[in-house]
């Protein structure tokens, strides 16, 4: 039973940043991956990045690469998504996802139970 609630998210020009946060509540202790997840209107929920229970290891998609950085903050139970130079093609509702306790990284969004509302990021040009 895990609860995810993303915030963070908004307009914001292109070339510009956001920070995304994820808040984990219930019975979140122990070591969970959590990933980023967005879907654009007509696409498929894509893969952006996703960190270890640890914190330790990283992972995330090409397209963002360099310009994004996954983190999490054990202390308070959340999950972040920095994202710098935004570009008009970031623009998408943007999910967080957890996956099952001492499990890996995992680019596959079928193998994340649990999931937020998600957040809508509009870059604009």
């Known amino acids: 039973q895990v609860q995810l609630v993303e915030s963070g998210g908004g307009l914001v020009q292109a070339g510009g940043s956001l920070r995304l946060s994820c808040a984990a509540s219930?019975?979140?202790?122990?070591?969970?991956?959590m990933g980023w997840f967005r879907q654009a209107p007509g696409q498929e929920r894509e893969f952006v990045a996703a960190?270890?229970?640890?914190?330790?290891?990283?992972d995330s998609a090409d397209s963002v690469k360099g310009r994004f950085t996954i983190s999490r903050d054990s202390a308070k139970n959340t999950a972040y998504l920095q994202m710098n130079s935004l570009k008009p093609e970031d623009t998408a509702v943007y999910y967080c996802?957890?996956?099952?306790?001492?499990?890996?990284?995992?680019?596959?969004?079928?193998?994340?139970?649990?999931w937020g509302q998600g957040t809508q990021v509009t870059v604009s040009s």
């Open positions: 219930g019975r979140t202790g122990g070591a969970y991956p």
């Open positions: 996802a957890a996956r099952s306790y001492n499990t890996g990284i995992t680019r596959s969004k079928d193998a994340y139970p649990y």
């Open positions: 960190i270890s229970g640890s914190g330790r290891y990283t």
